[in-house]
């Protein structure tokens, strides 16, 4: 059984470095902070994590 199916949500942390599993409580609790990304379509998913366009301009320097 996936964790998914268990309850557990993806979530991302504010400085989208890092992405775990978390069970309900625990992300409650522990990591209100952190963006529920479970049910996010690939396309939100990579705009969320990608520079703005803006920024893109400054790390190809």
Known sequence: MHLKD??????????????QWLHPIVFKVMHPDW???????????????MPEPQQQVLFAA
């Open 6 to 19: 268990q309850g557990f949500k993806f979530c991302i942390s504010p400085d989208k470095r890092q992405g």
């Open 35 to 49: 963006t529920d990304v479970t049910e996010w379509p690939t396309e939100k998913l990579v705009a969320y994590l």
